[in-house]
């Protein structure tokens, strides 16, 4: 399997892929080594992932050239991603006892009851490439702090930091029966869903995730799914500071390149501020720098993907074509490498791709719109279900739309954000189950209901 540089079509390394024979291999090793995982005390299995946290902060300048290396996001970017994993993994250091802990429900009487939270066993966390350190580590931290055992399948497009993760993993001390990592693309994937495993946690597109939930139904294990988003933005008619609420949206759009799955996807802005939100959004779009991605000058890299240039492509040629208006970008990049031009559309409606298919890229639609009934029908207008943002001067206005909003999270006055102390959740075609928060921890442990008599 080669590895890129898609800032430079580079050829960074070649590694050999797992073949079916390797996979039963590693899969043998965690059967043998999760049970006494298990038995380790929580507070030592806690240790590591502190000692795992240290080594992600001593270690990070290969981290992130690494990263920028191999899936293009600004060199900034990539020390802002170890950055954000880190206070991710602090939380679930923090906060683990306590919600790990057995829980006395009754101690008083002839029948005392209590519960306990048990590791489901081996499970499969398949990852995506747009954020790798953050995706995995929702999974595979409070899957080990819970006692199991993890096959970690990176992506093909990420996989010199998933081996560089499964490396600091081992020196902190995991036992490499505990974690095992999968090398190679989807067929690889398709191996861990033939494994009796007992769990199967998924960040990626809608399409694999669906089938993964299908392909692995029978087994009757949980399975989670963190999928994409169109994620809708909406600006009242009341907001103070037209160019500061500008500036948040080009950032939720452009932040990784648009490869966020909570990138602002979709803007939707009232008549009465259209004209200023659109002047303001253009003007300072034409100020960001793209090119390398280890220039510290670089607000935008490349896309990761050589096949996302056409995507994006065609999706800006069939909103063109259905009347949209590019007011800046809209081209690749005369250069070797995946760039496109940050781009925004005007005169776009809900019959354009691009304000219905995922884009992940630099790429928005901005509609008008004539009030807020006309706004929430909008948002609502989607088969995604992750975040959706309304900035406006007052809470209680927003609010209204917030509580109709069908998504796992509503933002106000932010967007494009995640939080370790709340639950990351998709709805509809967005996903299954949360990650992070108590939940988050919970996920990754079954409970045992205790009866004691006498
Ligand atoms: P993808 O679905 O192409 O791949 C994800 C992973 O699945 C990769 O490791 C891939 O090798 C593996 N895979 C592919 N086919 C498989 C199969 N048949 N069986 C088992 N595994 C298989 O997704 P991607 O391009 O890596 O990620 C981008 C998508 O992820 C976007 O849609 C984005 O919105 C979403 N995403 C969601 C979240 C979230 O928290 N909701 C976070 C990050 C990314």
């Known amino acids: 399997m080669k590895i890129i540089n898609p800032a430079t079509e580079a050829v ?20 043998e080594g999760q049970a006494a995982w298990a038995m380790v005390p929580l507070a030592e299995r806690i240790a590591c992932i502190a000692t795992f946290y240290d080594l992600l902060d001593t270690e990070k300048d290969e ?36 919600y790990l802990a057995e829980e006395w429900i009754i101690t008083e009487g002839a029948t005392k009851e209590k519960i306990v939270y048990e590791p489901l066993g081996i499970i499969a966390n398949i990852s995506a490439w747009n954020y790798p350190f953050l995706v995995g580590v929702n999974v595979f931290i409070p899957a080990l702090i819970g006692g199991n055992a993890v096959f970690y399948k990176p992506s093909e497009y990420s996989t010199l930091t998933g081996l560089h993760i499964q490396r600091l993993l081992l020196k902190a001390g995991i036992p490499d029966n505990c974690f095992q990592t999968a090398i190679g693309k989807g067929a690889v994937g398709e191996q861990l869903l033939q494994l009796p495993l007992d769990g199967y946690f998924f960040t990626g597109s809608y399409r694999t995730g669906k089938y993964i939930a299908e392909r692995v139904a029978s087994k009757l294990v949980p399975c989670q799914l963190e999928l994409g988003g169109k994620d809708p933005l909406y600006v009242m008619d009341d907001v103070a500071d037209i160019a500061n609420v500008a500036a948040n949206a080009l950032e939720g759009v452009v932040y990784n390149n648009g490869q966020s799955c909570c990138a602002v996807e979709r803007i939707y802005v009232h008549e009465k501020v259209y004209d200023a939100f659109v002047a303001s959004y253009v003007a300072q779009l034409q100020k960001l720098v793209v090119g390398d991605p280890l220039d510290a000058a670089t607000d935008i890299g490349p896309l990761s993907r050589k096949e996302q240039m056409e995507f994006l492509i065609s999706q800006i040629n069939d909103a063109e074509d259905k009347g949209a208006t590019v007011l800046a970008g809209g081209n690749m990049l005369d250069r070797e490498g995946y760039f496109l031009e940050p781009t925004v559309l005007v005169n776009v409606n809900h019959h354009m791709k691009i304000m219905m298919e995922e884009s992940f890229g630099p790429v928005v639609g901005i509609q008008k719109v004539a009030d807020d009934a006309e706004a929430i029908s909008l948002m609502q207008d989607t088969e995604y279900g992750l975040t959706a943002s309304i900035y406006s001067a007052t809470y209680e206005r927003a609010e ?15 967007c494009d954000r995640v939080s370790a102390n709340l639950p990351w959740s998709g709805r509809k075609s967005s996903g299954l189950g949360s990650t992070l928060s108590y939940q988050g921890i919970r996920a990754f442990v079954q409970p045992k209901a205790y009866h004691i008599r006498g």
């Open 63 to 98: 981290l992130a050239r690494t990263l920028t290396s191999e899936m293009g996001k600004p060199l900034q970017q990539a020390y802002n991603e170890i950055n954000g994993a880190r206070g991710r993994i602090k939380f679930f250091i923090d906060q683990s006892a306590k």
């Open 12 to 31: 960074i390394t070649e590694l050999a892929e797992d073949t079916s024979t390797s996979i039963n291999e590693k899969y043998q090793l965690l059967k």
């Open 400 to 414: 209204v739309l917030m509580k109709q909003l069908n998504t796992g999270t509503v933002y106000w006055n932010c």
